[in-house]
């Protein structure tokens, strides 16, 4: 029998557009700022529910032991986009006004999927980089998500508590007002907008000094501004403005498969959710921007359901890092938390290497093609989304790209399958997952001072650190003098891996 298609009369285009819609799968990948492995329903978490999280979960597989492969966000970020360990570039917490650090002519996730003959977007918070280091807002901003193979792009530059505090669509700034040029500042005051040391008055969240500079919608940022007003974001429209980029993204593109990678700005401070989740958790703001959080998530979902889209999308949910309360402003995260416990029982968090630092919570769903639902302990990394993700489209990599990556398609589709045997784990050193051992080669380097107080400089890193994750998942028992042995296996590892050549820029 003909396709009702072609009995009506639909051009060729048309059905193969069709078959396209019904063959191969769509692919988002919610991408969260810094939740914790707790701090989602369906993970235990205490004081704000996450409705549209859970049921994701219900439909697919929960992760238990799933990590970003770095413990802050730029590391992170740069690893599942090219497949390769931060340090391999020295990707680290970038400022503002930061060049964009994964070069060009990488290879790159997004290309994969263009490769394979998806639309590709990117939508949110990027902290990448932008341009050579020499950005001038007022003309178009390149190179950019644009350049490493996505072809559309909404974005915070770099992030919430930076500046330039404006959007960024595609090359261009929104919104600017061509006689009210921006220019930004990280050295010295710029312009005439009110600084958090000088007016706390003015503040919805008094701050740290490093987030004391220039004040946009009563919250002091990293960084000076000056000119760009007619620009400028309102931090309680993040859920709207970015919600409804990614819907008319999936809306246009209903026909075609397409990759969007959705990397939220919550629950990154500052932390300012909309009025319509205010007092929706009983942890403030903290808690407030979570429950945002999944209902952003839950209208994206919303949308591929309207379009007759879900069961044919790869839906990945996770976090780029562990944990914090307190990130430079005084919102009573801490004060408020209650019985809630965001790292979900295990130590550290963002910043640290122990395990809350980059066990973050995952779900995959998949109708179409997940066989065994439920709850999996497969060891996985996020940098392993490259090389699996390209085996889901059918792109064979070439030597020497994603080297860091490994092709986990069955476990993200079958929660009975195994993950990794060994994982890097990066944060300001290198830790190490064998089996039920993991290893922390000693820090002897030095860290900002604002990292005083979040689990990094608390004496124990100058110390090779070695647990027993089967009985100590809480890592309180060091073990590397009663196995020397082992910490010398497991440091020969870790030092074979960073020995490995990084992708060449001239190949």
Same mark, same amino acid.
């Given at each position: ?25 769509? %692919? #988002? ?5 810094? *939740? !914790?492995? /707790?701090? =989602?329903?369906?993970?235990g @978490? ?27 966000c ?47 977007? %990117? #939508? ?5 980089? *932008? !341009?050579d /280091?020499? =950005?001038?807002?007022?003309? @178009?901003?390149?190179?950019g ?10 974005l ?6 930076r ?8 090359h ?19 312009g ?10 003015l ?24 000119? /760009?007003?007619?620009?400028e974001?309102v ?53 407030d ?6 209902w ?33 402003y ?31 919570p ?14 999996s ?26 080297i ?21 784990e ?43 994750l ?12 009663q ?20 992708f060449?820029?001239?190949?």
């Open positions: 029998m003909l396709p009702v298609l072609a009995i009506m009369g639909c051009n060729h285009v048309t059905d193969i557009a069709a078959e396209n819609k019904n063959s191969r799968p769509n %692919v #988002v990948i919610f991408y969260v700022d810094d *939740l !914790g492995y /707790g701090d =989602v329903g369906s993970y @978490a205490i004081g704000v529910n996450t409705p549209n999280i859970d049921a994701l979960a219900a439909d697919g597989i929960r992760f238990t032991d799933a990590h970003s492969s770095a413990a802050t730029t590391p992170s970020r740069y690893s599942l986009l090219t497949g390769q360990y931060a340090f391999r570039n020295n990707a680290a917490i970038l400022p503002g006004d930061a060049p964009l650090i994964i070069e060009p002519n990488m290879p790159t996730l997004p290309k994969v999927f263009k490769q394979a003959g998806y639309n590709t977007a %990117v #939508v949110g918070k990027w902290h990448l980089g *932008l !341009g /280091g020499f =950005v001038d807002w007022n003309k @178009a901003v390149k190179p998500p644009l350049e490493l193979g996505f072809d559309y792009s909404f915070l530059p770099a992030t919430g508590d500046v330039p505090t404006v959007y960024l669509e595609n261009h700034v929104v919104g600017l007002d061509m006689n009210d040029p921006i220019k930004i500042s990280y050295k010295a005051k710029i005439t907008r009110p600084v958090g040391t000088e007016q706390p008055k503040l919805k969240q008094t701050a740290d000094l490093q987030h004391s500079a220039s004040i946009v919608n009563g919250i002091s940022r990293i960084g000076w501004m000056a000119g /760009g007003t007619s620009a974001w931090d309680e429209d993040f859920p709207f403005v970015f919600t409804n980029k990614a819907k008319q993204f999936i809306a246009n593109n209903k026909n075609a498969p397409f990759m969007l990678f959705f990397p939220f700005h919550d629950i990154h401070v500052p932390r300012v959710p909309n009025k319509m989740f205010q007092g929706k958790s009983s942890m403030g703001v903290r808690g921007a979570i429950a945002q959080m999944d952003m998530t839950g209208q994206i979902i919303a949308e591929l359901k309207k379009q007759g889209l879900y069961d044919n999308t790869l839906i990945i949910f996770s976090s780029d890092n562990g944990p914090v309360l307190d990130d430079g005084d919102d009573l995260a801490v004060q408020k938390l209650g019985q809630h416990d965001p790292s979900g029982a295990f130590r550290g968090g963002k910043y640290s290497a122990y395990e809350a630092g980059t066990r973050v995952m779900i995959v769903t998949y109708p179409n093609k997940i066989t065994q639902k439920g709850d302990d497969a060891l996985i990394s996020h940098i392993d989304f490259y090389r699996s993700l390209a085996s889901l489209v059918g792109i064979t990599l070439p030597k020497g790209e994603a860091d990556s490994k092709n986990l398609l069955p476990a993200l589709f079958d929660a009975n399958q195994d993950g990794r045997e060994i994982m890097l990066e944060s300001f050193t290198l830790a190490i997952r064998e089996g039920q051992w993991k290893y922390i080669a000693p820090f002897s380097g030095t860290t900002p001072t604002w990292l005083a107080n979040k689990d990094i400089e608390n004496g124990l890193m100058t110390k090779p650190q070695l647990f027993n089967n009985k100590d998942i809480t890592e309180q028992v060091n073990l590397a003098q196995h020397p042995e082992l910490v010398n296996k497991l440091q020969a590892k870790i030092d074979a891996i960073v020995a490995k050549s990084r060449n820029k001239g190949s």
